[in-house]
């Protein structure tokens, strides 16, 4: 398999150093991606990194994750308005934990195979090097023009904050992680995203010029929205890669709820697909786009991926109940876990189980517990066919809420017209 070539007509090629390509056609070429511990798990934004790790092994190469250590006590400043906030130690090492646990998910570390993957941590051979020995076996060998030149330095000074020296420093030490890699393990190739074009040829420089060597890189392109909004970034913010922040649920949400522009992207560089059958379903989504074939697919090996064919299963199964028209029976087969994700993010309503003993009608119990503003509007929306409770549509104003209600002894999930959803909690 040509890895250029697979990257190229999936669109996630950006930048490449001359000879790259024939290095990888001609050996089994150790290539490596830093990954900057600034929290506990990765994001969405994570994965084109970690996809271009798994075609790099696929193709027969040797993959290694970076987490800088090191690297993240300084912070990454390309192209970042201001400095960002340095983590202490027991942060960072507790972030590097979390970020390793999720990279062995996806790459195979079988000690067999003649390219297993392996992670490293640039603290492990830092942690020892002085600022002395720093100026002088890295700093003599890159000048200060040579820094200044690159557009993600530049554009810092010019800014309104300028750069500490700390953050100006950064391009070297990542520089000499390249340096470190190629000398200690081999490294021959660098990659990451387009903003890191800079840090990664101040890297191929230092091994030219200090170990008289030849490195290669390539970054991939930045992804961006078709709608000018951050990719990566949902109403209630990150993406995580990790269940505990981003429910399994809500993540199959995010990629069904794609454009339909962004998911053609979208499906050739998060999925490992050939091109003929994403050319077939990017066909067939045009012929009938109502059917959002595409999202449906990206969203399905996503969240197998990352997450699980059970996970899966059961987003499917979650959406297919606030969505479509599922009976009670399959809300109230949910334990109080897969409750809570599915409807996380819904307006939740706090009464006492005193109130609910009372066994108030439809229109009192809706419109006295903020539902709905007034008893008329309830009445009427009622009257209407417009409100379910737990799935089961309330035939009329006459029908009362009681405790026969609750789900997992505690919730009453009410349904306000097609999407408007309230959970009543029993406390």
């Not at 000879?19 to 290539?31: N, S, W």
Request: a negative charge; glycine letters at 8%; one cysteine or more.
């Amino acid at each position: 398999m040509n890895l250029i070539e697979e990257l190229r007509w999936r669109g996630m090629l950006q930048d490449i150093m001359p000879g790259t390509e024939e290095q990888l056609q001609q050996e089994m070429t150790i290539g490596y991606i830093g990954f900057d511990p600034t929290a506990d798990s990765l994001h969405i934004g994570s994965l084109v990194p970690i996809i271009l790790l798994v075609h790099l092994q696929k193709a027969g190469h040797k993959p290694i994750a970076l987490v800088g250590g090191a690297t993240g006590m300084v912070g990454d400043p390309s192209f970042k308005a201001e400095e960002r906030k340095m983590l202490d130690e027991i942060t960072l090492q507790h972030n590097q934990a979390g970020i390793r646990a999720q990279l062995e998910r996806f790459l195979d570390f079988n000690p067999s195979l003649p390219n297993a993957a392996e992670i490293v941590n640039n603290f492990d051979w830092f942690k020892s090097f002085t600022f002395l020995d720093f100026i002088r076996e890295v700093g003599k060998h890159i000048t200060v023009n040579y820094m200044m030149s690159k557009d993600s330095v530049r554009k810092r000074l010019e800014g309104d904050n300028g750069m500490s020296f700390t953050e100006f420093t950064y391009q070297l030490i990542q520089g000499y992680d390249f340096f470190h890699l190629f000398t200690d393990k081999k490294v021959k190739l660098q990659m990451g995203g387009s903003d890191q074009w800079g840090n990664i040829v101040t890297g191929t420089e230092l091994i030219r010029r200090k170990a008289g060597g030849e490195a290669f890189a390539f970054t991939c392109k930045l992804l961006t929205k078709s709608d000018g909004s951050k990719f990566g970034k949902s109403e209630g913010g990150n993406v995580w890669l990790d269940r505990n922040k981003t429910s399994p649920y809500k993540f199959y949400q995010y990629w069904l709820n794609c454009a339909d522009e962004d998911a053609a992207r979208f499906i050739k560089i998060f999925t490992f697909l050939d091109q003929p059958t994403i050319n077939a379903l990017i066909d067939k989504h045009a012929g009938e786009p109502h059917l959002r074939l595409l999202q449906k697919e990206l969203a399905r090996l996503l969240t197998i991926f990352v997450h699980s064919e059970s996970d899966y299963e059961f987003a499917v199964k979650a959406s297919e109940m606030l969505f479509g028209n599922n009976t009670a029976d399959m809300l109230r087969s949910l334990d109080e876990r897969q409750l809570l994700e599915v409807l996380d993010g819904v307006d939740q309503v706090k009464i006492t189980r005193a109130a609910l003993a009372e066994a108030k009608d439809i229109v009192s119990f809706t419109a006295d517990n903020g539902i709905f503003p007034s008893k008329s509007e309830a009445r009427k929306m009622v009257q209407n066919g417009g409100v379910s409770i737990n799935k089961q549509k309330v035939e009329g104003i006459d029908a009362t809420v009681n405790e026969q209600h609750l789900l997992n002894e505690k919730y009453i999930l009410v349904q306000k017209g097609k999407r408007n959803y309230y959970l009543v909690v029993v406390q």
